[in-house]
């Protein structure tokens, strides 16, 4: 990134556009230096007149730096206006990686929700490439409707890898065939050693809170259930407060918390967490 200022962004070449469905695009973008980040880390990507947006790096260290872009206002608008060949402005890579230890040895249970599958998919790419290291990997990924559902060609390429994939959709149409219902209700089938299991959930805010308190109600120990927050973020690197939560900077301390962290925080100084008057918890 730039040595000079924190806040210069450098320039980045999208190479390639792909359309995932109806409102996100998966970007893939080139960086002129050499850029490694973990899973669970997010970037401030710039379009150059509109602003900035935290996004989640949805690539595995062994692929392309690869960005899933829902359109949802101004920045996010103005880069689904961009093309390959344009060029976006990225600095980072910030914040907290999923912890992986939680999960050595164990079964794995990830549960996403919408868009939440995106920053999830770096981590299911370490449980393929690093398979002797964990046990069984449930995937459960839910969408509001088929039109919604996001990388479903590559749920097929990692059933084939060993992960064990549930999709589920809210509100089906004659085109869906699979599953139906919230993600939650899928977990029955799961037949993981829960009391010996790790989790990792993302999603909106609602089933984020709804899951994390289901795979703990199954005996998952609380420390082992992690998850990935949102909020409004101005800088990202823990300066402007934007994104306090009590006394956690999210772009810092987070965006990964466990749920036995966000219990605590929660009890100590209530679920609201900034400047806003409504708390984001997720994608
Ligand atoms: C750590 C982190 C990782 C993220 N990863 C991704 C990702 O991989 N892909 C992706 O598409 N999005 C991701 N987001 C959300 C993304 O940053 C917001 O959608 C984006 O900032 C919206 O900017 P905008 O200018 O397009 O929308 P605006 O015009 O600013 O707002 C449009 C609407 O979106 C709401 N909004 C704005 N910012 C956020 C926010 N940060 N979270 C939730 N709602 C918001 C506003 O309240 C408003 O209702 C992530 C957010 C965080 C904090
Ligand atoms: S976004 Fe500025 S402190 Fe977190």
């Not at 390639?16 to 998966?26: A, D, K, P």
């Not at 998919?121 to 690093?130: A, G, K, S, V, Y």
Request: aromatic content about 8%; charged content about 25%; hydrophobic content about 40%.
């Amino acid at each position: 990134m730039n040595a000079n200022n924190v806040y210069t962004p450098s320039e980045a070449l999208i190479e390639e556009v792909i359309t995932l469905s109806r409102n996100v695009n998966l970007y893939t973008v080139k960086t002129k230096e050499e850029i490694k980040w973990l899973p669970g880390q997010f970037f401030m990507v710039s379009v150059f007149g509109f602003g900035e947006a935290p996004i989640s790096v949805t690539s595995s260290a062994r692929e392309p730096l690869k960005f899933c872009i829902k359109k949802v206002g101004h920045v996010t608008g103005a880069i689904h206006g961009l093309r390959a060949g344009d060029t976006i402005g990225i600095r980072g890579p910030y914040g907290n990686a999923f912890p992986l230890d939680v999960a050595r040895g164990r079964d794995v249970v990830i549960i996403a929700g919408g868009l939440g599958i995106a920053p999830l998919r770096p981590l299911i790419h370490e449980f393929m490439e690093n398979g002797k290291d964990y046990a069984r990997v449930f995937l459960l990924s839910g969408s509001k409707t088929p039109a919604d559902v996001i990388y479903s060609e590559e749920c097929a390429l990692w059933e084939k890898r060993g992960i064990r994939v549930t999709l589920t959709v809210d509100c089906p149409d004659d085109s869906w065939d699979v599953c139906t219902g919230l993600v939650t209700a899928h977990l029955d089938k799961v037949e993981a050693d829960f009391q010996n299991a790790a989790s990792y959930i993302c999603g909106p805010e609602v089933m984020i809170e709804a899951a994390m308190k289901a795979v703990s109600a199954r005996g998952i120990p609380e420390e082992r259930i992690i998850t990935t927050l949102e909020a409004h973020m101005k800088c990202g690197v823990g300066k402007c407060g934007h994104c306090y939560m009590g006394p956690k900077y999210i772009c810092t301390d987070g965006p990964v918390f466990s749920y036995k962290e966000l219990r605590r925080l929660a009890e100590r100084f209530g679920k609201g967490h900034g400047p806003q008057d409504d708390p984001m918890w997720g994608y």
